[in-house]
């Protein structure tokens, strides 16, 4: 309903961006005949700038993948150029206000704001393809006679589907075999709403096979990891029903060799504990309300360390309250492009990286994949190695 209400306004935008180009195509040659270029300039404008919709709308196909990301594509340089156009218009009421000014301003500060929005969007492309590992040595001080350290992997936000293929997956699976793991865990949001939208799931299946953990795979459920449809950020199917997986997302997780955790835990060779929260907004199929902090630890021996698995990095303080040792999460992409990696502080108490709560460490990854474009602007896509030392 709101991307309704929306719409008016984006329409609006665009109208105005594709009028300030050919003002500045106007500045560029006044003898040039740019009159005869805005109609076919201006279709394939409205092309890129309707093609999300027109992905959304088209029937299962390679077309609908295609133009899938061609309109997610466009979203994301639509971002950087609303962060350029309005910053030159300043620029320009300014030099108006001071009287200097001119064609020539006008033309060098278009040109500058061009090359910006190319710039941040190509960097943009590039940047979230490259997955970085970033590390990080906790203790707990409780005594594990069976182990004195544990070797942790957290991922998260893999959005496998439109943008997210084989061959990301691929260079995450190396990434995550090369820290020689004892436990690699998958903090959510492994799908991206459609399970539909997976080029080649057996291919993805026989990719997440070959990670090698000592003891295994875990993961739990995100905000996407349902079946529910998308456009632009924007869900859609009414809220008559509760949203759950598609089933197809929980076999496909069986097959792949990675275990389910929802509002339930394993004791770990006897030594530690791990435990899967359901989504906090979207806690899934069977699931009513998630079990609170305190719940989850008290069938809990709390003499041995305990790691949760939660998407969303949230109850912070009752956490730790509540006895839990090590909160892994994900979900926020640490804003994933700017100025996103700007405001997320602001909502999240730990929106990426570290924090130590009383005596519990929390770590947020920003995530291997991304939603909406494909692009990261100052942040990074990761995978998080996790050294745990006992007393």
């Known amino acids: 309903m709101i991307a309704i209400f929306l719409a008016p306004l984006y329409i609006l935008v665009n109208i105005y961006l594709i009028w300030r180009f050919f003002r500045w195509l106007g500045l560029c040659h006044e ?84 090359l910006l929005i190319a710039g941040m969007s190509t960097w943009g492309m590039v940047n979230a393809r490259i997955i970085h590992t970033i590390n990080y040595t906790i203790h707990v001080a409780k005594e594990v006679p069976a182990m004195k350290s544990l070797q942790i992997v957290l991922i998260a936000d893999l959005h496998m589907g439109y943008n997210i293929g084989s061959s990301h997956i691929r260079q995450m699976v190396a990434n995550i075999n090369t820290e020689h793991p004892d ?53 859609f199917g009414g809220k008559s029903s509760k949203k759950v997986s598609d ?24 030594s530690f504990y791990l435990y899967g929260r359901p989504d906090y907004e979207r806690p899934g199929r069977g699931i009513t309300t998630r079990k609170t902090p305190q719940e989850l630890t008290s069938v809990m021996d709390l003499s041995k360390p305990v790691i949760v698995l939660d998407h969303e990095p949230r109850e912070l303080q009752e956490l730790a309250d509540a006895g839990v040792d ?20 602001l909502i999240w108490e730990n929106s990426a990286g570290y924090l130590k709560k009383g005596q519990m460490h929390n770590i947020v990854t920003s995530g291997v994949g991304v939603f909406g474009p494909f692009m990261r602007v100052g942040t990074k896509a990761e995978i998080c190695s996790i050294a745990i030392t006992f007393e």
């Not at 009159?35 to 077309?63: D, E, M, N, W």
């Not at 979900?331 to 997320?344: E, S």
């Open 31 to 114: 003898k040039l005949k740019w009159k005869r270029v805005r109609i076919p300039t201006a279709i394939v404008y409205a092309f890129f700038a309707v093609s999300v919709l027109i992905g959304f709308l088209y029937p299962k196909s390679q077309s609908k993948r295609n133009l899938t990301l061609i309109g997610n594509y466009s979203l994301g340089i639509l971002l950087h150029t609303l962060l350029v156009v309005p910053s030159a218009e300043i620029v320009l009421l300014l030099l108006k206000h001071s009287r200097k000014k001119s064609r020539k301003s006008a033309l060098l500060l278009g040109g500058t704001g061009i």
């Open 183 to 235: 436990l690699v865990v998958i903090a959510g949001d492994i799908f991206d709403n459609e399970y539909e939208a997976l080029e080649n799931p057996e291919e993805l299946i026989s990719l997440l096979r070959g990670i090698h953990s000592r003891y295994g795979v875990y993961a739990c459920y995100g905000n996407h990891d349902i079946n529910e449809k998308i456009l632009a950020g924007f869900t």
């Open 247 to 270: 089933i197809r997302m929980d076999e496909f997780l069986k097959k792949a060799n990675i275990q389910l955790l929802q509002d339930d835990y394993v004791l770990i060779d006897d």
């Open 326 to 345: 090590v909160d892994l999460c994900g979900h926020t992409h640490d804003g994933q492009t700017f100025p996103g990696n700007l405001t997320t502080h």
